[in-house]
C-alpha cells in the first residue's frame, strides 16, 4: 500500500493572504496521480486540484496551485488569497497508473484542517 | 445532477443490529468505492466495485458486505455491528478508475453503534 503523510494537522492563515499545505508520499511508482481535496463542514469531499506525475509543470486552478517535486516525492497545496469559504479540511490522494478494471484505488493522507481568520 | 446520493445522512445503531448503507449514483460511472473515515483518520477503502455483479475488497472489508446488482446501484452491508464500526462512511464512483479521472462523493452518512 501506498503512504501519503500529511504533517500538519492544522493550519491556519488570514484572509487573503497565502497559506501552503503539504503533502509527501511513499511510492516506487513512475507513473501515478494526485489530488488535493477539500471537505468542508457539510462533509461532502470536492476535487480541488490534481497533478499528473510524468508532467513537469504544476496544475493550477484558479487561486489553487500546487508545487510537485517528484524527486522529493512532494506534493503540496497553496491557497492564494485566502477566503472565509476555504476552511476546510484539505486531504492529499495518491492514485497508481495502475490497471484499468482491478479498482486503483486512491490512497488518503489524515488530513489538514485549515482555518481562516477574518 | 444528483450525482452521488447516500442515505441515511445519520443512524444510531444498537450492537449486534445489522443495517444497509445506501448509495446511488446517476453518472453511469462503472466503478464505485465504499470509505470509511474515522476522527483524524484519511479515508480507507472498504470495498469497491468496477461493475455491475463485481465487487472486490479493499484494505478494511472486515465486517462488511457489499453487492452491484445494478450500475447505479452499491449497497453497504454491516452485520453484527461493533463499536469499532462507528464512523463516517463515503461512497464513491467514477467512470474510469485510473489515470486523473476524480473520484465523485457522496454527503457521507455518520453512524454511531452504541
Known amino acids: 500500500a501506498q503512504t501519503v503523510t500529511q504533517s500538519q494537522p492544522e493550519m491556519s492563515v488570514q484572509e487573503a493572504e497565502t497559506v501552503t499545505l503539504s503533502c509527501t508520499y511513499d511510492?516506487?511508482?513512475?507513473?501515478?496521480?494526485l489530488f488535493w481535496y477539500k471537505q468542508p463542514p457539510s462533509r461532502q469531499m470536492i476535487l480541488v486540484i490534481r497533478?499528473?506525475?510524468?508532467?513537469?509543470q504544476n496544475a493550477t486552478e484558479n487561486r489553487f496551485s500546487v508545487n510537485f517535486q517528484k524527486a522529493a516525492k512532494s506534493f503540496s497545496l497553496k491557497i492564494s488569497d485566502s477566503q472565509l469559504g476555504d476552511a476546510a479540511m484539505y486531504f492529499c490522494?495518491?492514485?497508481?497508473?495502475?490497471?484499468?478494471?482491478?479498482?486503483?484505488?486512491?490512497?488518503f493522507g489524515t488530513g489538514t484542517s485549515l482555518t481562516v481568520i477574518p | 445532477n444528483a450525482g452521488v446520493t447516500q442515505t441515511p445522512k445519520f443512524h444510531i445503531l444498537k450492537i449486534g443490529q445489522s443495517m444497509t448503507l445506501q448509495c446511488t449514483q446517476d453518472?453511469?460511472?462503472?466503478?464505485m468505492y465504499w470509505y470509511r473515515q474515522d476522527p483524524g483518520m484519511g479515508l480507507k477503502l472498504i470495498y469497491y466495485?468496477?461493475?455491475?455483479?463485481?465487487?472486490d475488497k479493499g484494505e478494511v472489508p472486515n465486517g462488511y458486505n457489499v453487492s452491484r446488482s445494478t450500475t447505479e446501484d452499491f449497497p453497504l452491508r454491516l452485520e453484527l455491528a461493533a463499536p469499532s464500526q462507528t464512523s463516517v462512511y463515503f461512497c464513491?464512483?467514477?467512470?474510469?478508475?485510473?489515470?486523473?479521472?476524480?473520484?465523485?462523493f457522496g454527503d457521507g452518512t455518520r453512524l454511531s453503534i452504541l
Open positions: 464513491a464512483s467514477s467512470y474510469f478508475d485510473r489515470g486523473n479521472q476524480p473520484q465523485h
Open positions: 511510492t516506487s511508482e513512475s507513473d501515478y496521480y
Open positions: 497533478q499528473e506525475a510524468y508532467k513537469q
Open positions: 490522494a495518491y492514485r497508481s497508473e495502475g490497471t484499468e478494471g482491478t479498482g486503483n484505488q486512491f490512497y
Open positions: 453518472m453511469n460511472h462503472n466503478y
Open positions: 466495485s468496477v461493475g455491475a455483479g463485481i465487487t
